[in-house]
């Protein structure tokens, strides 16, 4: 309700001329008036209109003024309303005393007095009108006020749902945050920080002398700088550092600081963030080391590659390249399957399988391998893979493979710590050694006894070859007790001191046999190879 905004006046009497007279004193206050002959027409305008104010005559002969003041009291929206009683009669104390406790509010004698009347009528139409509007002020600042409220649990939602992402963010990064006061000399860590140094949230005090203790030293002097030109300059740095927990166990981090400055433009505060990048550290570290041997194996293989095509010796240019490819073959065959593994190792049936698989007809007894599944080591595969690829030739050139009656047999098990394979001929024609020995042989005894550190034995039979190979089932690193004593025996190699003075012995220290026979072959035969 606005100021000047007309409020309702019932007037409630039984004869006109008293109402016309009621109307004729308070038109000229400014409000509507209501007239009602009786109190059901007066109940009537209460339940369709607001009324400030009821002029009322205590003598009726329906219902009198208390009576109906009783009535309109008993409605809890008309518990405020003002009832101004008009009497004719002398009223008595107790005639009053009732009257207010009913609810009237003044009392009006008559002959009325037309200013009095009009005055208490005002005083109370405007009362009303002050209570309706701070009323409606009360409202609408509840109304306000719950909104603001709303607003602020809106904010506040969404200020937490912010900083539980953030939280996320950082513990799903593995990262923590932390916050340095210049001016109060206080930092503090929130619990990712706390976890990516290690330390007990409940005992841990935050201090420069205690995270000092948990930084790399030459890494601390790093931080130091960064921080001092932080504070000096402002700006955001940013910087590697390694930090050891309490358990002994090292995390590296990546830490950016950023410095901010109060109205005064003063710096006031650095903040950051620190992030666990250990993760990261040792893939980078494995990486590079996986570059190495990728680099390593690639040179490797193609100076196996380069001994092969050396050692390899043939009566004309076919057979020749006949040999080399087989054997570069055999090779790719062997790395296939290391790549399939991600060089963890190769089971010895897809080995077996791969080098004997072209001799393998329609005649499937011809060709057959027995032995459980095993995994070979990977740097047991190119040199098995090798051997069993000169046998499977050899047997194809001259043994049970190169006549149809011929058959090959190989078989292989686990047996104190080594692994045995045995390679049988049968029904082919009698097996004869060579007087030196072909490439073939050099290479199987070659790779197996010396790089692997295991023993060969051929057994030429009447019906075919028989060849046995020991190899340790995991290899022993045994390179360098060997080496040593080749070194100290090399001095006792000749009977004759001036022939020993002759002769300049140079170890070849080489772990690819191939690579080593070809080296023995360029330096010549006064070499040992390994």
Known sequence: MRNGEKVNILLVDDQPAKLLSYEAILRDIGENLVRASSARQALEHLLRMEIAVVLTDVCRPELDGFELAAMIRNDPRFRKTAIIFVSAIPLTDMDRLRGYEIGA?????????????????????????????????????????????????????RLQDSEDRRVLALAAAKMGSWDWDLVQGSCVWDAGQRQIFGVDPASFEIALSNVRKLVNGSDWKLICRLLKRARRDGGSYQAEFRVRHPNGSVRWCLGTATASKDAAGRISRIRGVTMDITERKEAEDRQSLLAREVDHRTKNALAVVHAIVSLTRAEDIEQFSAAVEGRIQALARAHNLLSESRWRGAKIADLIQGELAPYRTLNLERVRISGKNLSLHPSVVQTLALAFHELAT???????????????????????????????????????????????????KAGVETQLAGIV??????????????????????????????????????????????????????????????????????????
Not at 128 to 150: C, D, G, V
């Open 457 to 530: 034995e051929f057994d030429w039979r009447h019906d075919g070859l028989q060849c046995a190979i020991r190899v340790p089932s995991r290899p022993k690193m045994e390179l360098l007790d060997n080496f040593a004593d080749s070194v100290r025996n090399s001095s006792t190699r000749y009977s004759d001191p001036l022939e020993a003075e002759r002769r300049i012995q140079i170890p070849l220290v080489e772990d690819e046999s191939l690579i080593g026979m070809m080296m023995n072959q360029t330096v010549g035969n006064s070499t040992s190879t390994w």
């Open 394 to 444: 050899n047997a194809a050139k001259y043994g049970a493979l190169s006549v149809p009656s011929g058959s090959v047999q190989v078989t292989w098990e686990l047996r104190d710590d080594q692994l045995e394979l045995r390679w049988v001929e049968r029904g082919g024609p009698p097996s004869k050694p060579k007087a030196q020995g072909g490439f073939g042989i050099r290479v199987i």
């Open 105 to 157: 509010v003044d009392y009006v004698p008559v002959p009325i007095i037309p200013d009095v009347l009009r005055t208490k009528v005002k005083v109370f139409a405007e009362l009303y009108r002050k209570s309706r509007q701070l009323e409606q002020l009360n409202a609408e600042l509840q109304r306000r006020i719950a909104e603001r409220t709303a607003e602020l649990e809106r904010s506040n939602r």
